[in-house]
């Protein structure tokens, strides 16, 4: 029976609602006197909770020489739960849509761990109104509810990848470079070229962390980044060779260039 109730005040019942309808659910069919009895409460404490619970749904009467009060078939009122937080919701996000904000500050918000970088990139898809650059070895089916709905939004979708993909939907134009990873490792998302999200995985740690951003700077930095990738792979296509091989004075010599982990050269060209 606790823990019964104690679910149901997850539901947003107070203990005493959840104690009534758990008591009616046992014992149908009851007026507020022998709830309030049975339950040792006050009858001027049970009438207000009855009232509310018949009110909400929750509660059935049956109008006889006394109410009588039964509580509503489980699923029935879980459905009814149901619709009416999505009706809130619904009515909740339309209002807080119309808060003004007081100011328009650029902000960085950091999360760490795999599930809360994705949960963010996947919320910022869906906000997305335009264009849509992406930058990771991450699989693309990671993101194919959102991309279905910025297919019907008619959205672009510009992905680019060091990592094999196999991935097709119209709207993603894919640039792969096709080389095979077993693990992703890396994350860049600018959406309508004023947010961005940077993650990667820490391999010491084995933790993804990551940042979002609306700086103006960050956003054009790393659609500079994607673009540049994308230019890159476009003219090793045409050439068909890598253009830093085919002309190695390019290379500026810098720490960049050669690779850093943990301190030490790694990739010395």
């Not at 700086?215 to 230019?231: A, F, K, Q, W």
Request: hydrophobic share 40%.
């Amino acid at each position: 029976m606790e823990t019964t109730i104690n679910l149901l005040m997850k539901l947003n019942f107070s203990r005493n609602e959840a104690g009534v309808y758990y008591y009616l659910l046992e014992n149908p069919g009851m007026t507020v006197y022998q709830i309030a009895k049975d339950l040792n409460l006050s009858r001027s404490s049970i009438y207000p909770i009855v009232e509310k619970l018949y009110l909400e749904g929750a509660l059935l009467l049956e109008n006889k020489d006394k109410d009588l009060y039964y509580a509503e078939d489980p699923s029935a009122l879980l459905k009814n739960l149901s619709v009416g937080y999505e009706e809130n919701i619904k009515i909740v996000k339309k209002a807080l849509k119309q808060v003004s904000k007081k100011t328009e500050r650029e902000t960085y918000l950091n999360f760490v761990s795999y599930n809360a970088m994705i949960s963010k990139a996947k919320t910022m898809l869906l906000e997305a109104k335009k264009e849509v650059y992406i930058n990771t070895d991450l699989d693309c089916s990671v993101f194919d509810d959102e991309f279905k709905v910025l297919e019907d939004k008619k959205v672009r979708i510009i992905y680019f990848s060091f990592k094999k993909s196999n991935y097709n939907r119209a709207n993603v134009e894919i640039y792969s470079h096709g080389y095979e990873f077993s693990e992703p490792n890396r994350l860049m998302l600018v959406v309508d070229y004023e947010f961005v999200l940077v993650g990667n995985i820490n391999l010491l740690r084995d933790e993804w962390l990551g940042t979002f951003t609306n700086n103006p700077l960050m956003v054009r930095i790393i659609s500079e980044h994607i673009h540049h990738d994308i230019y890159l792979l476009k003219i090793k296509q045409k050439l068909g060779t890598n253009l830093f091989e085919m002309h190695p004075d390019i290379f500026l010599g810098t720490i960049n260039e050669k690779g850093i982990n943990d301190g030490e050269e790694t990739n010395k060209n």
